[in-house]
Each structure stands twice: as C-alpha cells, then as structure tokens.
C-alpha cells in the first residue's frame, strides 16, 4: 500500500469543507443529498464534516471546477476557520486540482481521491491491498506534476526547475513499472481464483450485490451462518466473501462483494475485476436497498448502470428491500406545493407499487430485526431448485 501518500491521516481532529456545482436541470435538494454521502464519505475516512459550498453552473470550470469568485468566498472561509481538507464531489483534473490547491492553501481531495482513501484504509487481505494499490498508482500518475509543483512551492522554489523535472520523469517511471508489476500479480490472483472458482463444480452461485452499507453482510451471515465483518460505514467489506448455504437440503453457493457507489472510480472497477468476476458468473443476483434510504431509487439505478458497465445486466433478480424496521413514513400534505417523496409514501403503498411496476421478484425485510427472513430462504429455495433440478434431474430426494 501507498503509505506515504495516503490523503488522509485520520485524525477526530480534522475538519474538512465540502463543494459541489449544481448543473443545470438538477435540483439543489439533489445535489445536498449527494452531500450527504459525501460528509458521509469523508466520516469514514475519520475526518468531520463542515461547511458546504454550492454553485449553479452549466459545467465545470475547465481551470477551477468552480467560479473564481466561488473559490474566493471558500478561500477566506478557510483563511478564517480551522479546515484542513477540502472535498470536492467530483473527480478533478491535475490541473484543476493544482490550481485549486495554490488558491485556497490546504489539500484538496476529489470524490476519486477519497473513495480510494477509504478502500486504502479497508483492504486487509493481500489480494484486496494489491487490487487498493494498483487502483492507487493508476489515479497518482497523471498526478505526478501537480505533487513536483506542490513541492517546489514548499521548498521556495529555488534551483528546482531542472532537477523537479528529471525527478518527475524518475517517478513517473517508477510508478509505471509499479503498475505493470501489480498488473502482473493480479493476473496470477485472477487465474488462481478463476481455478477455485471452476472448483466449486456445477453448484448454483447466488451473488449479493446493493449500494455499500445496504446491510448485504449483515444478510449473509443471517443466511449462511457466518461472521461476515459488517458495520454501519460505507465498504465495510472489500473482499469477496464465498459460502455453502442449504436451505431444505439444496446447497448453493452465496458470495458477498464489495458495494457500488455513484461515481465509483474507473480505477476501482478495473482493479476490482476479479472481484466483479463472482459476479459476472452467477445463476442470481440478489440485488439488496435500503429502502429507508431517502434515494434509494437513485441508489437502484447506480447499481443497473454498474451490472450494465461489467456485463451482468442480464442476470436473473431478485430484489431484496432492506432496512423496512428504520423506514420513516411522513404524512403528505395535499395543499402542500413541494413534490411527493418517496417517504410519503406508505410501506404497504411501495409494496404495491413495486410489486405492480417491477417483473422482478422482490421482497421487503429487515436483516437486523429478523423480519421476514423465513420468507426470504422459501423465495430463495423455490429460485434455486429450479436451478439445481435442471442441471442434477435425477437428485429426486430434493422433492
């Protein structure tokens, strides 16, 4: 791992300020929602959440993703307040994140930057801190520059012109060879987990997948038995985790991975491809919200476009809305002019509307409070000795 250059150190202590542009067509009350889970983001990381600053803006600034009279007003804000980050809910450009840094004198970290923060900070096996740092050195390399300017602007800037540049280019190597090693070791993890995969015979494979702390390994270890690590913070579980489950005596295998996020780094997907690789091979994705979510449509959507971007779009669902103990009902007001939200709504009203609008199979419980879960292994064994009959049809004492 990237000791040195992880971005964040940790401390109670830190504070950190937040921006985000709101485009045009997009909502102000979306846009702090996305806030949300980025404070929620940086908490993890072990930094506070503070201000928050916004910006309606047809697209990013090319030089500073914001205004310059924006990056002012956040300047002095810093100037005046004790911040020591600043998180912008977007990846940024080198030059956008140098120029960014000279205006407002403390370390500026992008969505990217932090995500792969958080995962440097999760990873515990070889397999995922080898998967965290190749991801690492992938978003550092064009970054290289923006470091050299940094370090001459703290060293004053003397005599440095010269040697900065040979020594970016002594470091852009370095880390270019980084890469092709990592790239190489994870290629024989590929092929060895491909082989233990292959291993596992012709049993069905059910794969859980959801937005991260949607309570899929908290589900698992109801199901199978297990001590999965889970905690209410966001990629709690990195490593996939494989276990035999029987429900009625038909076995399959259940895998718990690593959750989606919007915005989920490019580096991160193609790093974590073996990983997505459980579930690319699976007979049914078992895709868990947390219905208590106030986006959690949003958060339904993320997930489709990443099953879409790794080819499993087309796996057989099966929908399982969690979290029904912690949702929140708010009576609608009919003179009111906002817009219903979700949470208007009922819990028996999104029932029906989802069981009517959706072919996919669905079904609400609450893993924490145990509710329904019976319901849940009978859906599961019905969906699984479809499965199981049709590859082992002579297995009659299943029936």
């Given at each position: 791992m990237i000791k040195k250059d992880q971005i964040i150190k940790s401390s109670s202590d830190e504070m950190a300020a937040f921006v985000a542009i709101i485009p045009q067509g997009v909502e102000e009350r979306e846009v702090n929602e996305y806030l949300d889970e980025l404070e929620f983001l940086a908490e993890t990381a072990g930094v506070k959440g503070g201000k928050r600053f916004t910006q309606r803006l047809e697209k990013p600034n090319s030089r500073s993703y914001i205004g310059r009279g924006k990056l002012d007003e956040i300047a002095a804000y810093i100037e005046q307040n004790e911040i020591d980050y600043l998180i912008f809910d977007d990846e940024l450009s080198p030059s956008q994140l140098r120029n960014i840094e000279q205006a407002v004198g403390i370390r500026v970290i992008d969505r990217t930057g932090l995500i792969l923060d958080i995962f440097a900070q999760r990873a515990k096996t070889a397999y995922a801190k080898t998967q965290v740092e190749l991801a690492q050195y992938q978003y550092l390399l064009?970054?290289?520059?923006?470091?050299?300017?940094?370090?001459?602007?703290?060293?004053?800037?003397?005599?440095?012109?010269?040697?900065?540049?040979?020594?970016?280019?002594t470091d852009r190597r370095i880390v270019l060879d980084k890469i092709a090693k990592l790239k190489e070791q994870l290629k024989k993890i590929d092929r060895q987990m491909a082989s233990q995969r292959g291993n596992r015979g012709s049993l069905v494979r059910i794969s859980l997948v959801g937005y991260t702390n949607v309570g899929k390994s908290t589900i698992m270890n109801l199901l199978a038995k297990s001590d999965v690590f889970a905690e209410d913070k966001l990629f709690a579980t990195l490593d996939t985790t494989v276990r035999k489950v029987v429900i009625e005596n038909v076995p399959f295998l259940l895998s718990d991975t690593v959750g989606f996020i919007r915005k989920l780094p490019t580096q991160l997907v193609e790093s974590f491809k073996s990983t997505l690789d459980e579930v690319r091979e699976a007979d049914i994705l078992m895709h868990v919200v947390d219905i208590s979510h106030l986006n959690f449509e949003e958060h339904i959507r993320v997930v489709n476009q990443t099953l879409l971007d790794i080819g499993a779009k087309e796996k057989p669902l099966f929908v399982v809305f969690n979290k029904i103990d912690a949702y929140r009902h708010e009576v609608y007001d009919e003179f009111s002019l906002q817009e219903k939200k979700l949470n208007n709504y009922t819990l028996e009203e999104l029932k029906e509307s989802w069981m009517s609008k959706e072919h996919t199979p669905c079904i609400f419980i609450s893993a924490?409070?145990?509710?329904?879960?019976?319901?849940?292994?009978?859906d599961l064994y019905k969906m699984v000795a479809e499965i199981h009959a049709g590859r082992y049809p002579f297995d009659t004492f299943l029936w």
């Open positions: 064009p970054r290289l520059t923006g470091m050299w300017t940094h370090l001459e602007r703290q060293r004053g800037g003397i005599s440095m012109r010269g040697p900065g540049e040979t020594q970016l280019e924490k409070e145990k509710t329904n879960i019976e319901k849940l292994r009978s």
